[in-house]
């Protein structure tokens, strides 16, 4: 594989279900992102990891649990879902170099998976 | 001051015809402009990216097209092909934050044969 893979590819699943959402990179980056896609609005980024420490989430609701094992795999946490949730989860990686200060420097290109199609009912 | 507006949200252009999508923006502080390229099934690929120290980038049938007093900036598709049709999404992020890229809404290509 090369890229950045995602599992499953399509997802349906009740508002009680627990379940999660793997990314796979296999490009030596040490930054990774999930986006969240949704028809006709912009992407939205949801969190970042950047050397397995989470450095942003953006206001996401607790039912989305992020999670970051080493810097080639993110997963995403899902439960008690709503069906308002239901869109494309891309994920996506970038290099990036360690935090100096506080701050990180992100390479520009960012380099996304095909994304788990995810419906909620 | 965070968004970027895209138009046209749909636009079908005819084989070898130019290709004109448009992006405006508000907050100054955006100092890098990337263009992405969706296809059906897949997640979006960098096509051309600029910075605002140029008013024009060119790479293949791809240009981008920058006016920074105007705060706009367009992507044109040169002899535009089917394999051209896409989503495409514009983008900008500020200096300092570059990995958070604040995205359009996007402009859904289809070239006819």
């Known amino acids: 594989e090369t890229g950045v893979t995602q599992t499953p590819r399509h997802l349906v699943m009740g508002m009680t279900n627990k379940k999660s959402l793997k990314c796979e990179q296999h490009?030596?980056?040490?930054?990774m992102y999930w986006y969240k896609q949704s028809a006709k609005k912009p992407l939205e980024l949801m969190f970042v990891?950047?050397?397995?420490?989470?450095?942003e989430n953006n206001s996401v609701p607790s039912r989305f649990s992020p999670e970051c094992p080493n810097s080639s795999h993110l997963f995403l946490h899902l439960h008690t879902l709503q069906p308002e949730d239901s869109a494309l989860y891309l994920c996506?990686?970038?290099?990036?170099?360690?935090?100096?200060?506080?701050?990180?420097?992100?390479?520009?290109?960012?380099?996304f998976g095909p994304g788990t199609r995810l419906t909620v009912t | 001051q965070q968004q970027v507006k895209q138009s046209p949200q749909s636009l079908i252009v005819q084989k070898g015809g130019i290709s004109i999508i448009n992006c405006a923006y508000e907050?100054?502080?955006?100092?890098?402009f990337p263009w992405y390229q969706q296809f059906p099934g897949k997640g979006p690929a960098l096509l051309i990216a600029?910075?605002?120290?140029?008013s024009e980038k060119k790479e293949g049938r791809f240009t981008i097209s920058f006016n920074k007093s105007a705060k706009q900036f367009s992507l044109h598709i040169m002899d535009s092909q089917p394999g051209d049709s896409a989503t495409y999404f514009c983008?900008?992020?500020?200096?300092?934050?570059?990995?958070?890229?604040?995205f359009g809404k996007g402009t859904l290509l289809t070239v006819n044969p």
């Open positions: 907050n100054t502080a955006f100092d890098y």
């Open positions: 990891y950047n050397f397995k420490e989470q450095t």
């Open positions: 490009l030596g980056h040490n930054a």
């Open positions: 983008a900008a992020s500020i200096k300092g934050s570059n990995y958070k890229l604040t």
């Open positions: 996506a990686s970038s290099q990036a170099l360690p935090s100096s200060g506080g701050v990180s420097v992100h390479s520009y290109e960012q380099y």
């Open positions: 600029i910075r605002p120290d140029v």
